[in-house]
């Protein structure tokens, strides 16, 4: 969820949806002045956990009402947080968050030589500050080495980025019913099984470390195959008021179109869910058949030197902390 009232923007809104701009009732003085920048020296500081209240109160309840206290408070406190990086930027007018900018740094498994990955989110600026958005920006684009993606941009902001070099990551969301003559049907010798966070059981290596990261936070099935197994992480949401699978990452997505009679069986009988909802490079070559491809109405995005769009699926995102 990026949302900005850049310089060459208009007041801020939430993406998707349409919440009230994120400069309501902002940018004034408690006498009813406009209050601009140049009354006192902006500086931009890093946050931490600890800001959360201050940050909830001046600037995440303008950006979208219908976000909880409890959930925005997941972008400051979540099972694989690093208190060693901040968890955001803000932009400061005497000591007053006039605007912030969410970082999710993704912690990498054991082995993992790559580069840092870090998802932006959550990015508003008080209308009267819009003139200084793109200083919340300086502390990410000076680090060139770091992967940065940008899942929720709105229109304006995901020109702006692209801009600056970022590169298409996603042009498409797929919807694929789940059918309930598959409760029948076989499943090819695949095997379904739910995971508990609180104890993997058998999992081993990289899929019990992406449990064991990501917690209660979502949900998680297990695949076994003929000589492969593969690990699904997920999340429940709603499609027309209908309930719904958000497939956050797939591990083996040759094992999952393989098994997906199982799947299906799974979803339906644990979930009651409808539909399964993800992003096309979740899959990639191997989504099934059937499956409906809606264009996004504005493309995520990143920026990277040694990582592909295929390793940066919704894992240590907003995506999973805001339930989007």
């Not at 059981?201 to 990501?214: C, T, Y």
């Not at 992003?279 to 592909?308: A, K, Y």
């Amino acid at each position: 969820m990026i949302a900005c009232s850049g310089s060459a923007f208009p007041a801020a809104t939430r993406d998707p949806g349409s919440g009230p701009s994120s400069t309501e009732d902002g940018g004034r003085s408690p006498g009813g002045r406009p209050q601009a920048p140049g009354d006192a020296v902006l500086e931009v500081r890093d946050v931490f956990e600890d800001d959360f209240h201050q940050i909830h109160e001046e600037l995440l309840v303008r950006l979208d009402p219908r976000v909880t206290r409890s959930r925005w408070e997941r972008l400051f406190h979540h099972p694989w947080r690093d208190s060693s990086r901040p968890v955001g930027v803000a932009l400061q007018d005497g000591g007053r968050p006039v605007g912030f900018l969410s970082l999710l740094f993704a912690p990498l498994p054991p082995g993992d030589p790559g580069s840092t990955i870090c998802n932006l989110s959550s990015w508003i600026v008080l209308d009267a500050y819009r003139g200084s958005s793109l200083r919340l920006l300086g502390p990410v684009l000076a680090n060139r080495e770091w992967t940065v993606t940008n899942l929720t941009p709105t229109e304006e902001v995901g020109r702006l980025f692209q801009r600056l070099g970022f590169r298409t990551l996603e042009t498409h969301r797929c919807l694929l019913p789940l059918r309930p003559d598959r409760l029948v049907r076989p499943g090819r010798g695949v095997e379904v099984r739910a995971v508990d966070p609180s104890d993997p059981g058998e999992l081993e290596g990289a899929h019990r470390w992406l449990v064991e990261q990501h917690g209660e936070l979502a949900h998680y099935m297990a695949l076994e195959g003929p000589g492969s197994r593969g690990l699904v992480v997920y999340g429940l949401g709603r499609v027309k008021g209908l309930p719904a699978i958000r497939l956050h990452h797939v591990s083996d997505p040759a094992l999952f179109r393989e098994g997906l009679a199982a799947v299906q069986r799974f979803l339906l009988r644990k979930h009651g869910a409808c539909m399964l909802v993800f992003d096309r490079r979740i899959l990639g070559n191997h989504t099934p058949q059937g499956t409906i491809h809606r264009p996004l109405p504005v493309v995520r995005l990143f920026r990277s030197n040694d990582r592909t769009e295929t390793e940066l699926t919704e894992l240590f995102s907003e995506m999973i902390l805001l339930d989007l």
